[in-house]
T-cell receptor
C-alpha cells in the first residue's frame, strides 16, 4: 500500500456519460497530480493541485476537470466520454515544495473503459 | 525547460544477467533525477532518486543508478536480474519551473526477463 488511495479501481461506462475519479493523497502530502496512461499515448500529465489551488495544467481536455478539497482529497471529472478516453488514470501525491522535490507516490490507478 | 529521453523502448535480458537502462536528461543545472518501476496493472513505484552528493545512488530491490554530469545521464543498473524485475521502468527529471517543482517523465523502457 503506497498510501495514495484511488477509487474506484475499475469503471465501465458508456460514451457520452460523466464519471468522477477520486484520490486521497498520502498523509501529509499537499500536492496531487493526475496522469492518464494509455497504450498509444504513454504517461500523460493532466493537472496538478497544491493545497487546494491549481498549480499546473498539462494535456487535459476541456471535457475534463479536477479539484482539490480542503481535506486535500482530489476528484477528476470526465464528461462527454469518448471511446478514446479509455485508459488508466493515476493519481500521485508529493510533499514537494517550491525548492525541494521528494518524488511522487502513485496510487494503483483507476482503469476506465468506455463502451 | 527540462526533458528526459529513454532511448530503449524494449530490452530483453536473461535471468541472472546484468542490466543497464539508459536515461539522458536536458536541463541547465543539476536537476532532481528519479527512476520509477511499474508492474503490469500497477501504479509507478519510486526506485531511487538523486539530487546531490554521491553520484552513485542505491535504491530498492537491488537497483542502483549513477549520475554523470558530463554525459547528462542517469542510467539504472542491476548486477543480476530476477524474473520478478520484468516491468516498465520510467526515468524522470524534476526541476523548478514557474515557481514550483515540475517533474517530466520519460517514455519508459519495458524490460522482459527470459529464463
Amino acid at each position: 500500500d503506497s498510501g495514495v488511495t484511488q477509487t474506484p479501481k475499475h469503471l465501465i461506462t458508456a460514451t457520452g456519460q460523466r464519471v468522477t475519479l477520486r484520490c486521497s493523497p498520502r498523509s501529509g502530502d499537499l500536492s496531487v497530480y493526475w496522469y492518464q496512461q494509455s497504450l498509444d499515448q504513454g504517461l500523460q500529465f493532466l493537472i496538478q493541485y497544491y493545497n487546494g489551488e491549481e498549480r499546473a495544467k498539462g494535456n487535459i481536455l476541456e471535457r475534463f476537470s479536477a479539484q482539490q478539497f480542503p481535506d486535500l482529497h482530489s476528484e477528476l471529472n470526465l464528461s462527454s466520454l469518448e471511446l478514446g478516453d479509455s485508459a488508466l488514470y493515476f493519481c500521485a501525491s508529493s510533499a514537494n515544495d517550491r525548492n525541494h522535490n521528494y518524488g511522487y507516490t502513485f496510487g494503483s490507478g483507476t482503469r476506465l473503459t468506455v463502451v | 525547460a527540462q526533458s528526459v529521453t529513454q532511448p530503449d523502448i524494449h530490452i530483453t535480458v536473461s535471468e541472472g544477467a546484468s542490466l543497464e537502462l539508459r536515461c539522458n536528461y536536458s536541463y541547465g543545472a543539476t536537476p532532481y533525477l528519479f527512476w520509477y518501476v511499474q508492474s503490469p496493472g500497477q501504479g509507478l513505484q519510486l526506485l531511487l532518486k538523486y539530487f546531490s552528493g554521491d553520484t552513485l545512488v542505491q535504491g530498492i530491490k537491488g537497483f542502483e543508478a549513477e549520475f554523470k554530469r558530463s554525459q547528462s545521464s542517469f542510467n539504472l543498473r542491476k548486477p543480476s536480474v530476477h524474473w520478478s524485475d520484468a516491468a516498465e521502468y520510467f526515468c524522470a527529471v524534476g526541476a523548478r519551473s514557474g515557481g514550483y517543482q515540475k517533474v517530466t517523465f520519460g517514455t519508459g523502457t519495458k524490460l522482459q526477463v527470459i529464463p
